[in-house]
């Protein structure tokens, strides 16, 4: 049809309005609907990957990430509210929190086998304490992202963890592109403040 788009399970008519077709995908699912859970996947698998992959790097994880996200999504479609948010970002989210978990699971893993490795070795690893460093950081940004006001918090993880354009964020949400950059820009300023970063 003339002037219209589809966005990761949005359509986008040419009046502007967006159908969330995760969303009416999660409420079939909720009620039980295999095929319905089969077209969410095929729908919304390739960018939950994707976003996964960013998070862990490596493919095998993301993977058995990918898996888990969608095994949650099967036993938890009825928890989705559709008031608060679309269908794919509640999605999104809950792969980035599984993501960020498993990283968290392997640093502690590592870190407590580098503990007991410089005990046997007596060794100092600089290297190994520049990755605990990073993987501190990321979980500093993991914690900063879960006090933000759920738009500013949906923005920031469609743009930086889901790869979007804040004109396709806008035709997402169903928001102005105005008000998205605001809603970036304000919860930017408030993961500065909570980290303690300075401009």
Do not use: C
Not at 22 to 44: C, I, K, N, T
Not at 50 to 68: A, C, H, P, W, Y
């Amino acid at each position: 049809m003339l002037g219209e788009m589809v966005i990761d399970g949005v359509d986008v008519p040419e009046d502007g309005t967006a159908r969330d077709h995760a969303a009416e995908l999660l409420s079939r699912v909720a009620d039980g609907d295999q095929a319905a859970f089969a077209r969410l996947y095929d729908l919304l698998a390739p960018r939950v990957f994707g976003l996964i992959l960013r998070v862990l790097v490596d493919r095998s994880q993301s993977e058995e990430v990918l898996q888990e996200v969608f095994l949650e999504v099967w036993q938890s479609a009825g928890r989705f509210a559709p008031n608060k948010g679309q269908g794919r970002s509640w999605i999104l989210t809950m792969a980035h929190r599984r993501a960020v978990d498993r990283v968290r699971a392997s640093q502690a893993s590592a870190t407590r086998d580098v503990r007991a490795g410089l005990r046997d070795l007596d060794v100092a690893h600089d290297g190994v304490a520049e990755q605990v460093e990073l993987k501190v950081e990321g979980q500093k940004v993991a914690g900063a992202l879960s006090t933000l006001p759920e738009p500013q918090r949906e923005a920031i993880v469609l743009a930086y963890y889901g790869g979007y354009s804040q004109s396709e964020i806008a035709v997402l949400v169903g928001a102005p592109l105005g008000t998205i950059k605001t809603r970036m820009r304000d919860g930017l300023s408030r993961l500065r403040t909570a980290m303690g970063v300075t401009a």
